[in-house]
């Protein structure tokens, strides 16, 4: 079966630094993806990591740890505009994604 | 823009209502599919196309039924829905194995 954890509401301020853990339990791994929602919108892709480490696009970074399950989506220099959900999001077999329920940040003045 | 349209992006069924929604990608991508996303609940795969093909049918109710006429476009018909079929239906393309392109989706209320 699959499992993918991520908390499900996190608050941060504005210009701080925000990390959001996904942690997975999935029959067969081929890669671990992050996307943002902002509501009312389409998911859109942020990072995919198949290899253990960090990968890093401007502002956003992306950890995976693949003996431990584990993910983060590091987020520095809040913004405003980056109040939306954060979805985690595993390949297994073949090209299917199971999602995590999503984290929700909002982040505050 | 994503790249990915979907519609139409609201839509309001009778239970014994037969309607369609249409998604169209111009991103020259080879795989499709259809996700459900409930309040509350994680972003759900209903079936996946590559080249035309259904590989994944994710134990989805015959109510619904997919169709793939081509690489560009998908289909999601719908039968004698349920109120509990209320959702936002999302259409995503990519190439196979690479990261997935969202449409805007199709809000549907069923009454």
């Known amino acids: 079966g699959q499992n993918i954890d991520q908390p499900t509401e996190m608050t941060a301020t504005e210009g701080a630094i925000v990390q959001i853990n996904c942690t997975y339990q999935t029959s067969g791994f081929n890669g671990l993806f992050w996307y943002q929602q902002h509501a009312g919108e389409a998911p859109t892709f942020l990072s995919y990591n198949v290899l253990d480490g960090l990968e890093e696009k401007g502002r956003f970074s992306s950890f995976l740890s693949r003996s431990k399950g584990y993910s983060y989506l590091l987020l520095k220099e809040l913004q405003m505009k980056d109040s939306a959900s954060y979805l985690c999001a595993v390949k297994a077999a073949g090209n299917k994604l199971t999602f995590g329920g999503g984290t929700r940040v909002l982040v505050k003045p | 823009e994503t790249g990915v349209t979907q519609t139409p992006r609201h839509l309001v069924m009778g239970m014994t209502n037969k309607k369609s929604l249409k998604c169209e990608q111009h991103l020259g991508h080879n795989a499709m599919y259809w996700y459900k996303q409930s309040a509350k609940k994680p972003l759900e795969l209903m079936f996946v196309?590559?080249?035309?093909?259904?590989?994944e049918n994710n134990s989805v109710p015959s109510r619904f039924s997919p169709e793939c006429p081509n690489s560009s476009h998908l289909f999601l018909h719908l039968h004698t829905l349920q109120p509990e079929d209320s959702a936002l239906y999302l259409c995503a393309s990519s190439q196979w194995g690479a990261e997935q392109f969202f449409g805007p989706g199709t809000r549907l209320t069923v009454l």
């Open positions: 196309y590559s080249l035309e093909e259904r590989v």
